[in-house]
């Protein structure tokens, strides 16, 4: 990642540019992958909405961080507590979104933020990550396995995280 990118806590400010972030990452990575109309219906300030939420909600142990490039937000993550039910909430961490805008994709901004997450969750007395990508999602899944993540197990677990389809589960030790 060049070194004009930094990475910081998500502020309450940042919602919007995260929304608008999510909103372009989705319409360009997903085509093909979810249902169109499921793309077509995304909206910028809905999506606002809910990321006001996320960032009002105070949780000790589930942060967001954000890449800025000069004035602009370009990647975002964020991780809580798994809510898994066959995993410990107070051990494992759910990294819940990983989304870099598409101008951006390819130099380094995922793999510098993805070491950020980790380093937080661990710090954060968390020993374990796990994510859910949709199994279609042969780019995202290659770049997790690049980083070392391991598949954990095959499930539908249809409309948990973002984007409806079906997942799979990854997961990565902390320690
Ligand atoms: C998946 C995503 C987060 C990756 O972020 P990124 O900034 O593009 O990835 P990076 O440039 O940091 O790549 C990190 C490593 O993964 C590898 N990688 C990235 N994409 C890859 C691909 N399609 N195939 C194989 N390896 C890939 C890179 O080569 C790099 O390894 P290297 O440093 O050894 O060369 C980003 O592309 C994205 O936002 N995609 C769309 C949204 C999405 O699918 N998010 C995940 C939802 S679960």
Known sequence: MRSEFTIRDAVIEDAPAIARVNY????????GLIPNLELDSLDVEFLTG???QN????NPRSSTYVVINGES???????YPSIDPDDDQDRVATIGSMYVNPDFQGIG???ELMKTVLKAAKELAFREATLH????NKRAREFYENLGWKRDMEADIGGSGEATG???RYRKSLL
């Open 73 to 79: 937000l370009i990647a975002y993550s964020r991780f």
């Open 133 to 136: 990508v949709l199994v279609a």
């Open 55 to 58: 960032l009002s909600l105070a």
């Open 109 to 111: 901004v995922g793999r």
């Open 24 to 31: 372009l990452t989705q319409r360009h990575a997903f085509r």
């Open 50 to 52: 809910q990321w006001n």
């Open 166 to 168: 079906s997942k799979v």
